[in-house]
């Protein structure tokens, strides 16, 4: 960039600076919340099965710890190591599931070399600090080169799997269903009531449901396979 004049560039400077500074003093406060911890659903590599355990945020950011309780039966993985975080239930732990407990919306994955670690929070506060959060840090600390993903892009892609859960549960693809509600809306018919999300539970979209939408997301579905496109690149 060129300034026309000194009293613009340093307007400019004073403006990036000041956007610098709140961008930091959020990610500091996302790191407190995640230091603080939460509970979560921690789904089984091996498996796919779910299980309740608490996670919290250790080593300065560099180590995600989870256990029974917050110290009890601590197991970890090193931050440094990730290569990538991805929204949604898109891996194949995800997919493997017949059916999933949790909402779409509240699924989020960590990539490693081999291997994923697919979470799913409580809320949608939760997701969003958790998910911003550990991106920030392995952005910092992590190996991997992924695009991060804004706080705009991130809620466009929760409205996009609310909307993929509302779609599936009447039998449709998201942009079969996209198109009836336009022509509804567009012939005066009153707006389905159903279509309004209840809760996380009654929505939870099916894995084999969200297969209909792979071929249409841009996002990978294998953990293993975007680590290996990731380590191509790396080497």
């Keep these: 960039f060129q300034a026309n004049t000194t009293a613009d560039a340093e307007s400019w400077y004073d403006a990036i600076r000041a956007s610098i500074q709140v961008e930091l003093a959020k990610m500091q406060k996302l790191r407190e919340l995640m230091e603080d911890g939460c509970t979560m659903h921690k789904y089984n590599y091996s498996n796919s099965k779910r299980s309740r355990r608490y996670f919290w945020v250790a080593d300065g950011g560099r180590q995600l710890c989870w256990g029974r309780s917050k110290g009890v039966d601590t197991q970890s993985v090193n931050l440094r190591e990730c290569i990538g975080i991805i929204y949604g239930p898109m891996t194949t732990t995800f997919q493997r599931c017949s059916s999933l407990d949790d909402a779409s919306w509240t699924c989020f994955s960590l990539l490693f070399m081999g291997r994923t670690l697919d979470l799913a929070v409580g809320s ?112």
């Design 124 to 235: 949608d506060l939760q997701v969003h600090a958790w998910f911003l959060g550990l991106q920030h840090l392995i952005a910092v600390h992590g190996i991997g080169s992924m695009p991060m993903m804004s706080d705009a892009q991130f809620v466009a892609r929760k409205v996009q799997l609310k909307l993929m859960t509302v779609a599936h549960r009447q039998g449709l693809v998201l942009s079969r269903y996209l198109v009836q509600r336009i022509r509804a809306v567009a012939s005066g018919e009153a707006a389905d009531l159903s279509m309004t999300p209840t809760g996380s539970a009654a929505l939870a979209a099916t894995p084999r449901d969200a297969k209909r939408e792979k071929k249409r997301e841009s996002a990978p579905t294998d953990g293993a396979t975007a680590a290996s496109g990731l380590k191509a690149k790396l080497m």
